[in-house]
C-alpha cells in the first residue's frame, strides 16, 4: 500500500528513533490518546520505521551521485524499514550482484542490503524522498565516471510534433527610386516518434528577389542501437566528416554515437561568428542547401544553435547589410584529431546514392571508416569512398602526447574521373592538432594543414556534369559600388591545393581573454584564395564590460579583401539580476564609413522573457538611424520584432518560432523543438513556470514542452512551487528523464487537484487517536495521518464528500466523516480552509 507522508508524522519519527535506539523499550500508543481506550495501529513506529512498509517512488543516489527514479518497495526488517531490490535495479546503481554475500544472486526476485552484513549503508530522506546508498568501490562495477546505465535510457512516448521557425522583413530602399524587397525565410522540422524509431523531416521555404524556393533539405528515419553504442538512418543523411568531405546520401547509414558515452568522453560543434555593419540578414547553406536565416543588429554577432543536418562539411556565410551590399565566406566545420580511447572502437557505414544539387548526377558509392584505440594513446584508423567515377582509400593515425597535446595525420589517395572523361590521380595529406596550455591560459582548440597535390580530388567534384559551372549576378548597392555575387560557382581547373585553419584562445588574467581563428584555402591554376581572419578580445573593467574584434575575409572569385572592426562597451544601471545596460558601439570598414552607436537594453519590469533593445546611429555616408528591437520568449512560442532607418532606407524584421507536440492526450504547443524534447504532465497546475527554462509554463491543461532535452544525459525537469494554483499540490517539485536521441520523454508529476484543509476530527466525545490514516473516499488524494488533538491536513479535497478513518486492522476500528467545505472558513491568504468533522 502506497502511503501519502503528512506533517504530523515529524512527532512519530522523533519517537520512534527513541525507540530505535534502545530495542528493549516499546513505545505505548494510548500514551498519545491521553489514556482513552481508543489507539491507532502504530507497530511500524515501534519497528523502528519512518514510515509504514510499502511502495513508494524515491530518487536513488550511490555516493552522493544521482542514478536513476524508481517504485522500490520497503519492508519492515529488525532494523527498520529497508529497501527491496531487484536484480535490474541493482545492475542500475552499479552494484556487482557476484560480489554481494550469496543470498544476493541473478536470479533472486529481491534483495535487500540489510539481509547481510556487507557494508553497504542505506539511508531514506523522507521529506525529499531520496535513497541514498553508500557502497564500498570494491562492491562497485568498475565504469567510468558519468556512466548511466543503458537500462535507464528512456525511448519516451508515441508522439508526433513540428517545431517552426519563421524569419522575414521588409525593405525599402530610397535611391533616387524606391526599391523593395520582402525576403522570407521558414525552417519546418517536423517528426514522428513510435517506440524506438524515429521519422523526421527538415524542410526551407526562402523568398527572394529571384522568387520564393521550397526545398526539402532530408527525410531520415532513426533508431538508437544500444548493443553497437550507434544509430542507424534510413533515407536521406549526411556521411561522416572524419576521414572525408561530408556528403548527402540518400540509403542507409550506420554510426557510432559519441552522445551514448559518459560525459568525459564526448565531442565538438562549429559556431558561426562575424560582424556586421548595419541591420543584415545572414543566410547560411551546407552542401548547397539554406539551412538558417535570420537578422542581426550592427556589430558582431555569434550563431551557435544550428539544426544538425550534418556531422561536417564547409558552411557557406552569405551576410546581406540593409544598403543591399553582400559578404561571403566560408566556415570549415570540422573535428579534433581523430583519437578513441584505449579498447574502443569508432565506425561509420554508408550506402547509398549521392544527393545532387545544382549540376550534379546522383552516382551510387559505398564509404566506410574505422577508427580503434590502442595502448599508449595510439589511434589507428583508416576508410574508403568508392563509386564508379570515384576509388579513394585513406589511412592515418593519431596520437595522444600528453603534456604535449594531440594529434592525427592522415595520407588519402584519390582516383578520379571527372567531366572531361579524364582521369585524375591524387594524394591528399592532414594534418590536425590540439593543445591547451595550461600554466599560460594558452588553448589552441584545433590547428589543421591540409596538402593535397594537383591531381586530387573528392567525390562531389566526380559528380559534376561539366567542368564549370554557376551563375554571376551584378548589382549597385546604396554607394555606387558594382557587387558581384556567384551563386553555386564552380571550376574543376582549380583543385584545391592547400587548406588551414587555426582556433586559438588566450586568458589574460584580469585583462579578459583574446581569441583568433583563421581559415583560408588554396586552389591550384590560380594565385586566388578564399580566407576568413577574426581577431576578437572581451574583457571587463568594474561593472563596463567591452569587446573589440576585428574580422577580414576574401573569397576566390573576388580576391577582395573587406576589413571590418568593431568595439562594444555595455554597463548594467543597478545590481540586480536582468539589469537596463546602456552600451555604445563603433563600427568601420574598408568600403563605408564609421558608423557609431549608443543604445540601451534590458528587460520589462517583473517580465524576464520579454527583453528590448534601441539603438541610435550615425554615419557620415548614411547620416543618423536607429534600431529597436523586441523578444517575446512565450509558453507557445517566440515573437521577434525589430525595426531599423538610415537617410536612405526603412526595414522592419519579425520573426516567429515555436513548436506543437501530438500526444496521446491531445496537443501541447510550445517553443521551438529541438530532435530530444520532453513533455511535463501537470493535470491541474496550470501557468506553474519550468525552472531553468525562460518563458516556459504549464499550459490549462498542465502541460508544457521543454525543448533540447540532452539525450543519454539526466535531464532535471522542476516546476516553481510558487506559482501552483490553490487547488493543486505537488507531491514532488522535481522529476528526473534520460531520453535517448530524439526521444519525447514525459515528466509526470504527481498532482492533488481539489482544496486544501485542516481537519480537527472527534469520536465518540473524543479525538481521534494520534496516527490515524484519514484517506477520502474512492480516491487516493486526500491521504494524511492524524496528528495531536485530533488534526489532520488533507489535500486534494472536493467541495463535499467523505473521509474514512482507520485506527487499526478491522471494521471497528474505523469510521466515516462526511464534511462539507465552509467558505466562512477559508484563509483567503493561504487558500485553507480551517473546519471541524465528526467521525460516525
Known amino acids: 500500500m502506497k502511503i501519502v507522508k503528512r506533517l504530523f508524522v515529524i512527532p512519530m519519527l522523533l519517537l520512534s528513533g527513541m525507540a530505535w535506539a534502545e530495542a528493549d523499550y516499546q513505545f505505548n500508543p494510548q500514551f498519545l490518546g491521553g489514556g482513552q481506550a481508543m489507539s491507532a495501529d502504530l507497530s511500524w513506529v515501534n519497528d523502528g520505521g519512518e514510515l509504514p512498509p510499502g511502495q513508494y517512488d524515491v530518487n536513488i543516489y550511490v555516493n552522493t551521485v544521482y542514478v536513476t527514479s524508481h517504485s522500490v518497495s520497503f519492508q519492515m526488517v529488525e532494523r527498520g524499514l529497508s529497501p527491496c531490490l531487484t536484480p535490474d535495479v541493482l545492475e542500475k546503481l552499479g552494484i556487482d550482484l557476484h560480489r554481494l554475500v550469496s543470498q544476493a544472486t541473478a536470479t533472486q526476485r529481491c534483495y535487500s542490503p540489510d539481509m547481510d552484513a556487507s557494508d553497504i549503508r542505506v539511508s531514506l530522506d523522507v521529506a525529499t524522498m531520496n535513497l541514498q546508498f553508500t557502497v564500498p568501490q570494491g562492491m562497485m562495477i568498475n565504469r567510468p565516471r558519468g556512466y548511466i546505465s543503458p537500462s535507464s535510457w528512456e525511448y519516451g512516448i508515441h508522439a508526433g510534433f513540428l517545431s517552426y521557425m519563421i524569419n522575414g522583413s521588409y525593405r525599402e530602399q530610397i535611391n533616387g527610386e524606391r526599391v523593395r524587397s520582402r525576403p522570407l525565410f521558414a525552417g519546418l522540422n517536423s517528426g514522428l516518434n513510435l517506440g524506438a524509431w524515429r521519422l523526421r523531416d527538415y524542410s526551407t521555404w526562402n523568398r527572394s528577389e529571384g522568387g520564393a524556393k521550397f526545398n526539402r533539405v532530408r527525410t531520415w528515419l532513426q533508431r538508437d542501437l544500444a548493443a553497437l553504442r550507434g544509430q542507424l538512418y534510413l533515407g536521406e543523411s549526411y556521411t561522416s566528416a572524419s576521414l572525408f568531405d561530408a556528403v548527402g546520401v540518400r540509403g542507409v547509414q550506420l554510426n557510432s554515437d559519441d552522445n551514448m558515452l559518459p560525459a568525459s568522453q564526448r565531442g565538438y560543434a562549429p559556431v558561426i561568428r562575424g560582424i556586421a555593419r548595419s541591420q543584415a540578414t545572414v543566410t547560411l547553406s551546407q552542401s548547397g542547401n539554406v539551412i538558417y536565416q535570420t537578422t542581426v543588429p550592427p556589430g558582431e554577432f555569434t550563431i551557435g544553435d544550428l539544426y544538425p543536418t550534418a556531422s561536417g562539411g564547409d558552411i557557406e556565410v552569405t551576410q546581406e547589410e540593409e544598403g543591399g551590399s553582400v559578404r561571403r565566406w566560408v566556415v570549415p566545420f570540422a573535428s579534433v584529431p581523430n583519437l578513441v580511447r584505449e579498447g574502443q572502437a569508432k565506425y561509420a557505414v554508408s550506402l547509398g546514392r549521392y544527393r545532387p544539387q545544382y549540376q550534379q548526377t546522383d552516382p551510387l558509392f559505398v564509404q566506410g571508416e574505422l577508427f580503434y584505440g590502442m595502448s599508449h594513446g595510439l589511434t589507428l584508423y583508416s576508410g ?106 564552380y571550376n574543376l581547373r582549380y583543385a584545391r591545393k592547400d587548406r588551414h585553419q587555426v582556433l586559438l584562445a588566450q586568458t589574460l588574467s584580469d585583462w579578459g581573454s583574446v581569441s583568433l581563428s583563421w581559415e583560408r584555402q588554396g586552389y591550384w591554376n590560380s594565385d586566388r584564395a578564399s580566407e576568413s581572419l577574426q581577431l576578437s578580445w572581451s574583457s571587463s573593467i568594474g561593472k563596463v564590460s567591452w569587446g573589440a574584434a576585428w574580422q577580414q575575409t576574401r573569397t576566390l572569385w573576388s580576391n577582395q579583401k573587406d576589413n571590418i572592426f568593431s568595439l562594444n562597451a555595455s554597463i548594467p544601471l543597478g545590481e540586480v539580476r536582468n539589469a537596463t545596460r546602456v552600451s555604445y558601439g563603433v ?115 498542465g502541460y508544457a514542452v521543454v525543448p533540447w532535452a540532452t539525450p543519454y544525459r539526466l535531464n532535471r525537469v522542476a516546476l516553481d512551487i510558487r506559482d501552483m494554483p490553490d487547488t493543486a499540490e505537488l507531491d514532488s517539485s522535481v522529476v528526473s528523464r534520460i531520453p535517448v536521441d530524439g526521444a519525447m520523454s514525459r515528466a509526470d508529476f504527481a498532482i492533488r487537484s481539489g482544496f486544501k484543509a485542516m481537519f480537527s476530527l472527534s469520536y465518540r466525545d473524543n479525538v481521534l487517536p494520534f496516527g490515524t490514516l484519514i484517506t477520502q473516499e474512492g480516491s487516493e488524494s486526500g491521504s494524511g495521518i492524524v496528528g495531536d488533538n485530533g488534526a489532520v491536513y488533507l489535500s486534494g479535497l472536493a467541495p463535499t464528500g467523505t473521509l474514512i478513518a482507520r485506527w487499526d486492522k478491522g471494521e471497528s476500528h474505523q469510521c466515516r466523516i462526511d464534511y462539507h467545505l465552509d467558505d466562512t472558513r477559508l484563509n483567503a491568504r493561504t487558500g485553507l480552509y480551517i473546519q471541524e468533522g465528526v467521525c460516525r
Open 587 to 701: 563600427t568601420s570598414s574598408e568600403t563605408r564609413d564609421t558608423s557609431h552607436r549608443v543604445g540601451v537594453s534590458g528587460y520589462l519590469p517583473g517580465m524576464d522573457n520579454l527583453n528590448y533593445s534601441f539603438s541610435q546611429r550615425y554615419a557620415r555616408d548614411n547620416g543618423y538611424g536607429a534600431d529597436l528591437s523586441m523578444q517575446y520568449l512565450g509558453s507557445k512560442g517566440n515573437v521577434s520584432l525589430g525595426y531599423s532607418y538610415t537617410d536612405n532606407s526603412r526595414t522592419l524584421s519579425y520573426g516567429l518560432s515555436g513548436g506543437a507536440v501530438l500526444h496521446e492526450d491531445g496537443v501541447t504547443l510550445g517553443q521551438a523543438l529541438g530532435n530530444t524534447n520532453i513533455l511535463v504532465k501537470a493535470p491541474g497546475a496550470y501557468g506553474v513556470a519550468v525552472e531553468g527554462r525562460r518563458g516556459v509554463r504549464t499550459d490549462s491543461r
Open 384 to 489: 574508403t569512398q568508392l563509386a564508379d567515377n570515384y576509388q579513394a582509400l585513406a589511412f592515418g593515425v593519431g596520437q595522444n602526447m600528453g603534456r604535449f597535446g594531440a594529434l592525427s595525420l592522415d595520407l588519402t589517395h584519390a582516383h578520379s574521373r571527372l567531366a572531361d572523361r579524364q582521369r585524375y590521380d591524387g594524394d591528399s595529406i592532414r594534418l590536425r592538432y590540439s593543445k591547451v596550455l595550461s600554466s599560460t591560459g594558452t588553448r589552441l582548440n584545433f590547428y589543421s594543414w591540409r596538402f593535397s597535390t594537383q591531381g586530387f580530388y573528392n567525390l562531389s567534384d566526380t559528380t559534376r556534369k561539366r567542368m564549370n559551372g554557376g551563375s554571376q549576378v551584378e548589382s549597385v548597392d546604396e554607394n555606387g559600388t558594382t557587387v558581384t555575387e556567384y551563386h553555386d560557382f
